[in-house]
Nanobody, 115 residues
């Protein structure tokens, strides 16, 4: 059973920064694609960013230039550095791992951007 545990969420003012972490219970060498998704109240869950085991990244247009995803396979950890945060970034942020047909989700961490 793969477990993904997110941390790092919280309350931040507009223009501020947060760094989210996702730690896996297994080696992420076995998880090809790691990603971050978010879901705001009343909205569907949406992709924020993904990173392959080889380091190829993909970002939603809404976060390009502001967010950076990275992974350390040796530490079983994926990060999401979020800069220049906006109120519309407020959401629960979920870590996701994809390995073949298997998809794993964390329970989420709440990010609130408000003055």
């Amino acid at each position: 059973q793969v477990q993904l545990v997110e941390s790092g969420g919280g309350l931040v003012q507009p223009g501020g920064s947060l760094r989210l972490s996702c730690v896996a219970s297994v080696s992420i060498f076995s998880i090809n694609i790691m990603g971050w998704y978010r879901q705001a109240p009343g909205n569907q869950r949406e992709l924020v960013a993904t990173i392959s085991i080889g380091g190829t990244t993909n970002y939603a247009d809404s976060v390009k230039g502001r967010f950076t995803i990275s992974r350390d396979n040796a530490k079983n950890t994926v990060w999401l550095q979020m800069n220049s945060l906006k109120p519309e970034d407020t959401a629960n942020y979920y870590c996701r791992g994809t390995s073949g047909a298997m998809i794993y989700w964390g329970k989420g961490t709440l990010v609130t951007v408000s003055s």
